[in-house]
């Protein structure tokens, strides 16, 4: 696995919250499910498909904000998961009908592996830079 940086930080620091709340059922229905609450899916959708990635086409953000390939990959399969519940409900369907789809589940299996994956590379990242300050 080659670890291919990430050339914008700040993308990342977007990027991986989004996958995060995907991953997590409780968060969605506990917070985008409230009105008074900021972050919705249209949030994460847009955060994960136009802001600082593109869910649809995520190779071209490999060191960007995307680490490695296996990212790329995952990001992609989430895309295509998130594309066939949206397909189901429809586009403007609330988010209660994208989290109560029968295909919600792929998304949130996807979104985990892919939460674990990121996170685990940012925390090697971090080890390696802690690494060389030692060193120096």
């Known amino acids: 696995m080659t ?20 991953a997590s ?5 506990d917070v985008w499910l409230q009105p008074e609450e900021w972050e919705n899916l249209d949030y994460v959708v847009n955060v994960l498909f136009d802001d600082f990635c593109n ?3 995520p190779a071209p953000w490999l060191g960007k904000s995307l680490r490695t390939e296996e990212e790329v990959t995952l990001t992609k399969e989430l895309g295509r998961a998130y594309s066939a ?4 409900v429809g586009r403007s369907a609330p988010d ?3 989290l109560d789809a029968e295909e919600w ?23 390696l830079v802690q690494e060389r300050r030692q060193r120096s």
């Open 3 to 22: 670890d291919h940086g990430i050339e914008f930080p700040a993308f990342r620091l977007h990027v991986v919250p989004a996958v995060l709340s995907l």
């Open 25 to 29: 059922p409780s968060w969605q229905r």
């Open 55 to 57: 869910a649809d086409d």
């Open 85 to 88: 519940v949206q397909e189901s």
């Open 96 to 98: 209660e009908a994208y």
């Open 105 to 127: 589940g792929s998304v949130i299996a996807i979104a985990a592996r892919l939460a674990q994956v990121m996170v685990t590379n940012d925390l090697q990242a971090a080890a």
